[in-house]
T-cell receptor, first 116, second 111 residues
Framework: SAVISQKPSRDICQRGTSLTIQCQVD?????MFWYRQQPGQSLTLIAT?????????ESGFVIDKFPISRPNLTFSTLTVSNMSPEDSSIYLC?????????????FGQGTRLTVV | DAKTTQPNSMESNEEEPVHLPCNHS???????IHWYRQLPSQGPEYVIH???SNVNNRMASLAIAEDRKSSTLILHRATLRDAAVYYC????????????FGGGTRLMVKP
């Protein structure tokens, strides 16, 4: 199993500012992902965080808006840049320990972001 | 990932069994069927997965149709703590190990 610590758990931010969310895992993992969950909606994948290289972004998400770092196998950050009220969502970190499609994925508790 | 279809919501009485259906008519032969659930104010958590045979674990059972075009998650005795959104997800070799979430089924449990 993997235990994920996400910080902060929640924040209220002014529009135009940026927030960096941290994801720390208690063991080395192969895959790390960032998801967004807009109010009342399901989860949408933002990007795959790749160790030592640029993240792989899904359609509709760009690096300038959501820069991601992954310096090692246990840690990643997601920054939400130049925020607007439309960015108010829950942001979740997820990890998988292997590439096996039968493998269980683990999720952090999420960061609840409100932009005012 | 192939598409899944689930009812938007279901209701159950406490301590009764619950059968949560999922249709995945375009499933390929190598797709695994995964179920996750999301309790209020928490991240999703793994429930169970299977390929062809029915599966049981401490949380639930997974019944997979013979043609694999549908599956059912079975909670044997629902508790209030089981109130959550349940997601049925297909995972294949090309998925890059990420999960593609559909709308899920919101399960409400009445005392």
């Amino acid at each position: 199993s993997a235990v994920i610590s996400q910080k902060p758990s929640r924040d209220i931010c002014q529009r135009g500012t940026s927030l960096t969310i941290q994801c720390q895992v208690d063991s080395q993992v192969t895959m790390m992902f960032w998801y967004r969950q807009q109010p009342g909606q399901s989860l949408t994948l933002i990007a795959t965080a790749n160790q030592g290289s640029e993240a792989t972004y899904e359609s509709g998400f760009v690096i300038d808006k959501f820069p991601i770092s992954r310096p090692n196998l246990t840690f990643s950050t997601l920054t939400v840049s130049n925020m607007s009220p439309e960015d108010s969502s829950i942001y979740l970190c997820s990890v998988a320990q292997t590439l096996d499609r039968a493998a269980e994925a683990f999720f952090g508790q999420g960061t609840r972001l409100t932009v005012v | 990932d192939a598409k899944t279809t689930q009812p938007n919501s279901m209701e159950s009485n406490e301590e009764e069994p619950v059968h949560l259906p999922c249709n995945h008519s375009t499933i390929s032969g190598t797709d695994y069927i995964h179920w996750y659930r999301q309790l209020p104010s928490q991240g999703p958590e793994y429930v169970i997965h299977g390929l062809t045979s029915n599966v049981n674990n401490r949380m639930a059972s997974l019944a997979i149709a013979e043609d694999r075009k549908s599956s059912t998650l079975i909670l044997h005795r629902a508790t209030l703590r089981d109130a959550a959104v349940y997601y049925c997800i297909l995972r294949d070799n090309n998925a890059g190990n990420m999960l593609t979430f559909g709308g899920g089924t919101r399960l409400m449990v009445k005392p």
